[in-house]
């Protein structure tokens, strides 16, 4: 991870560059699992990506092909369904 320092008004602040690139998409494919997974959490941790839902949203952003499509589809749904107004 590599930082830079940006200095605004006189003040400097240290921004973090992100060591994860873009994020790969799942597609169901079980020997590639492990990988996706670990880059999910590690986007999460650099992002400080902490809450729950914002942690789903990301998940179900990165899931693609038949099963996880649908799976992602209905969980959005019932999201949806909670935080409608």
Excluded: H, P
């Excluded at 789903?56 to 952003?61: E, F, N, Q």
């Excluded at 990165?62 to 909670?82: E, F, P």
Aim: charged share 30%; net charge positive.
């Amino acid at each position: 991870m590599s930082t830079a320092l940006v200095n605004e008004n006189n003040i400097q602040v240290r921004v973090i560059k992100s060591i994860v690139t873009d994020l790969e998409w799942f597609d169901n494919d079980k020997t590639k699992f492990e990988d996706w997974w670990r880059e999910i959490r590690l986007f999460f941790k650099i992002n400080r990506v902490i809450e729950t839902d914002n942690r789903i949203t990301v998940v179900l952003a990165y899931l693609r092909g038949n099963i996880t499509s649908i799976y992602a589809q209905k969980k959005l749904d019932k999201l949806d369904k909670v935080t409608e107004i």
